[in-house]
C-alpha cells in the first residue's frame, strides 16, 4: 500500500523559510514523478514543483527562484525548500506520486497523479 506522509508546516513571517518533507511508503516503482501541489482557501489546487526519478526539475513561475525541489532515494524522501516566503504562499501543501513519462516532463495537472498524501498546512504572516 503506497503512503505519502507531509511535515514541516507552520507559521512562519514573511521572508521566512521552511523545508517541507514528504516519506513515501510502499512505492515500488524505480521511475517516477514525484511532485508539491498547494491548495488555498476558495482556490484551485496548483502545482508547485515537480522532479521525477532522472531528478529533471520543475516549478511554477510564481515560485521559481524562491522554492527547491529535491528528494533523498536512500531515504524515499521528497522535500521543498521555501525560501523568502510571501503571505500569498499561504496552502496546504501536499505532495503527490505519479508514472514516469519521460525526462523533465513531469506534468502540473493533479489529475496526473495517483498517489497523494494529507497535506501540511504553511501560513505566512506579514
Known amino acids: 500500500q503506497v503512503q505519502l506522509v507531509e511535515s514541516g508546516g507552520g507559521s512562519v513571517q514573511a521572508g521566512g523559510s521552511l523545508r517541507l518533507s514528504c516519506a513515501v511508503f510502499?512505492?515500488?516503482?524505480?521511475?517516477?514523478?514525484m511532485a508539491w501541489f498547494r491548495q488555498a482557501p476558495g482556490k484551485e489546487r496548483e502545482g508547485v514543483a515537480a522532479i521525477d526519478s532522472d531528478g529533471s526539475t520543475s516549478y511554477a513561475d510564481s515560485v521559481k527562484g524562491r522554492f527547491t525541489i529535491s528528494q533523498d532515494t536512500a531515504k524515499n524522501t521528497l522535500y521543498l525548500q521555501m525560501n523568502s516566503l510571501k503571505p500569498e504562499d499561504t496552502a496546504m501543501y501536499y505532495c503527490?506520486?505519479?508514472?514516469?513519462?519521460?525526462?523533465?516532463?513531469?506534468?502540473?495537472?493533479?489529475?496526473?497523479?495517483?498517489?497523494w498524501g494529507q497535506g501540511t498546512q504553511v501560513t505566512v504572516f506579514s
Open positions: 503527490a506520486a505519479g508514472p514516469y513519462v519521460g525526462v523533465g516532463s513531469c506534468p502540473d495537472l493533479d489529475s496526473f497523479y495517483n498517489y
Open positions: 510502499g512505492y515500488a516503482y524505480s521511475s517516477y514523478c
